[in-house]
């Protein structure tokens, strides 16, 4: 097969520079479908990858949330993106503390990449949930709908704009030579107004607010609730979050275009109002490391190193130090937690309702 590097060259050359935007969905879209990117040999991991604790937690949010609903029967469980289905499977080990969510649920894994899609069926198919793979949420039926989306939205590609004297240009890929470099479009985006301040890097979010605002038109019909965890922030803010990660290392994002992850950090505060212009409740937001301790992880890194042989102790309060831990670069606070729910639903565990203008 053609490396992806010179497919991009070749269309460039061809059609002229591409938007950040398709840049980023041509790579994502290569780099998911041809390798299992998690875990020591890949190039990330991820929390549920760290520690079944993760899971576990999420699972017993959701049957709080499905109790609280109700008792919805038939129930979506939806996960976007849901790599080794390890997130999926802790959290169904779970829910078997209430033993009538197995005959409710049915579980519904939205996911584009072929390998991995075989890796969530090994890993969940001992689970004996019924399970149904598709390529898009628009795909999935509809009906009271448990969502999950793990490092989800920081995968999706987004538009980059960056501020000049004659406004939001948008941000493209070109060529130099042989070489890809950024570039910008001449004519600037009227619909965004005059920037601040020159040099500002504006991240337009599209493809995440459209699955935000896909969600929120189901809970018009149906019950439900979307837990979403991922890196990011409470915007409105301004930078080029782009990155792209080798081998859990930093790498330049036009370096090896399809072979390196890249991602941007999720500006919550958008997911958010596309969620309340869509009618729905948002909850939260809190970071990560509050999040799991208000849901008790303390305590159950305690009941789990109760049966455990020393070196796994170790091995607990590691993971548990590793998914709280604070700090500009620990995961328990640069992870963010955002509940969006049918407007019916007042409350969440381990997360404050926001008011409708914040
Ligand atoms: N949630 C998992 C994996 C995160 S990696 C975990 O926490 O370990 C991102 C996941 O999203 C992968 O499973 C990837 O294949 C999937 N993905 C990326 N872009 C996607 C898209 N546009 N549609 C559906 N799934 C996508």
């Given at each position: 097969m053609k490396p992806l590097k010179d497919i991009l060259r070749e269309m460039i050359a061809l059609e002229g520079p591409i938007t950040v935007e398709r840049y980023m969905s041509l790579c994502l879209r290569h780099y998911y479908a041809t390798r299992?990117?998690?875990?020591?040999?890949?190039d990330f991991t991820t929390a549920p990858e760290i520690s079944q604790m993760f899971g576990e937690l999420i699972g017993l949010w959701m049957l709080e949330v499905w109790n609280g609903m109700g008792?919805?029967?038939?129930c979506r469980l939806v996960e976007l993106g849901?790599?080794?289905g390890t997130l999926m499977a802790d959290l169904l080990r779970a829910t078997?503390?209430?033993?009538?969510f197995k005959n409710a649920a049915t579980v519904h894994l939205v996911e584009t990449s072929p390998s991995l899609r075989r890796k969530q069926q090994e890993a969940l198919t001992p689970s004996g949930f019924s399970l149904h793979w598709h390529d898009?949420?628009?795909d999935v039926p509809s009906g009271p709908t448990l969502l999950v989306a793990n490092?989800?939205?920081?995968a999706l590609p987004v538009r980059q704009f960056v501020g000049t004297e004659r406004g939001w240009c948008e941000r493209l890929v070109g060529l130099d030579d042989e070489r890809l470099i950024f570039g910008l479009?001449?004519?600037?985006?009227?619909?965004?107004?005059?920037?601040?301040?020159?040099?500002d890097i504006l991240e337009w979010p599209a493809a995440s607010i459209d699955v935000m605002s896909e969600f929120a038109r189901r809970l018009k019909h149906d019950t439900g609730a979307a837990l979403i965890l991922d890196?990011?922030?409470?915007?409105?803010a301004f930078g080029d979050t782009l990155q792209a990660l080798k081998g859990h290392r930093f790498a330049d994002p036009l370096e090896e275009p399809g072979e390196a992850d890249l991602t941007t950090h999720v500006d919550f505060h958008r997911l958010a109002q596309a969620a309340v212009a869509g009618e729905a409740r948002a909850h939260g937001i809190v970071t990560q490391g509050d999040f799991l301790q208000a849901l008790g992880i303390v305590a159950r890194a305690t009941t789990l190193k109760a049966r455990a042989t020393p070196a796994q102790a170790a091995g607990i309060d590691h993971a548990l130090a590793r998914l709280t831990e604070r700090g500009p670069t620990g995961m328990g606070d640069l992870f963010k937690v955002l509940a969006v729910t049918?407007?019916?639903?007042?409350t969440v565990p381990g997360l404050p309702t926001l008011s409708p203008s914040s």
């Open positions: 299992d990117p998690l875990g020591s040999g890949g008792r919805p029967a038939p849901p790599g080794r078997k503390l209430l033993p009538d898009r949420i628009e490092e989800f939205f920081d479009r001449s004519e600037p985006e009227p619909a965004l107004g005059k920037p601040l301040r020159l040099g890196y990011g922030y409470w915007g409105p049918h407007e019916g639903i007042a």
